[in-house]
């Protein structure tokens, strides 16, 4: 059983630059929520997934965007970069009627570097 | 007044000790409560969740929870080398609301 994958695990970018992150949840899961780490910081939510529409958004700018696939995989894009997007980015998978109870599977994290 | 509290620690405890974890948060509609432990250079994974008010045991670990005083904990009894990590309080108010907090950082010493 295939857990939650994330894709690339790392990379480097530069200021002024767009990264697209993917995600493909863990088999039988629906739900797709992006979160953001720094160093030392608790993951800040970004925004979640569910057929295919964004359900809920947290504090983050609209240079953060996202998509669900039919395939309940998920994108996340960041266009122009800042030296403060640097971070783990998180993917998390559940159930549409778990997420309410905060249920979570956590892929590996793909670690960005803004230079 | 932050929504959600946490001790980033770190907090050091002897191997074989009871280590004891505490989150505060602001949001009384928040109505699950879960604790996920976060190895160094990994993600979150979830170990322990409560739903309502007083404790809830699972092996070495025991979540408690206090409603009226808004505080949920994490005891680890007989801590271990590997329960060293760092323990993340997360909250959800049964909307689609949730909140991670920062994070205690815990270490067992042999």
């Known amino acids: 059983d295939a857990g939650v994958t994330q894709s690339p695990t790392h990379l480097i970018k530069t200021r002024g630059q767009q990264v697209t992150l993917r995600c493909s949840p863990k088999?039988?899961?629906?739900?797709v929520s992006w979160y953001q780490q720094a160093l030392g910081q608790g993951p800040q939510f970004i925004f979640q997934?569910?057929?295919?529409?964004?359900?809920q958004r947290g504090n983050f700018p609209d240079r953060f965007s996202g998509h669900q696939f039919p395939n309940y995989s998920s994108e996340l894009n960041v266009n122009a970069l800042l030296l403060g997007d640097s971070a783990l980015y998180l993917c998390?998978?559940?159930?549409?009627?778990?997420?309410?109870?905060?249920?979570?599977?956590f892929g590996e994290g793909s670690r960005l570097t803004v230079l | 007044q932050k929504e959600v509290e946490q001790n980033s620690g770190p907090l050091s405890v002897p191997e074989g000790a009871i280590a004891s974890l505490n989150c505060t948060y602001s949001?009384?509609?928040?109505?699950?409560f879960f604790w996920y432990r976060q190895y160094s250079g990994k993600s979150p994974e979830l170990i322990m969740s409560?739903?309502?008010?007083g404790d809830k045991e699972d092996g070495r670990f025991t979540a408690q929870l206090n409603k009226a005083s808004q505080y949920v904990s994490l005891l680890i009894r007989d801590s271990q080398p590997s329960d060293s990590a760092t323990y993340l309080c997360?909250?959800?108010?049964?909307?689609?609301?949730?909140?991670f907090g920062a994070g205690t950082r815990l270490f067992v010493k042999a």
């Open positions: 998390a998978s559940s159930l549409s009627r778990t997420v309410r109870t905060g249920e979570l599977f």
């Open positions: 088999s039988g899961h629906d739900t």
């Open positions: 997934y569910y057929e295919e529409e964004e359900r």
């Open positions: 949001d009384r509609v928040s109505q699950s």
């Open positions: 409560i739903y309502s008010n």
């Open positions: 997360f909250f959800s108010t049964g909307g689609f609301k949730t909140i």
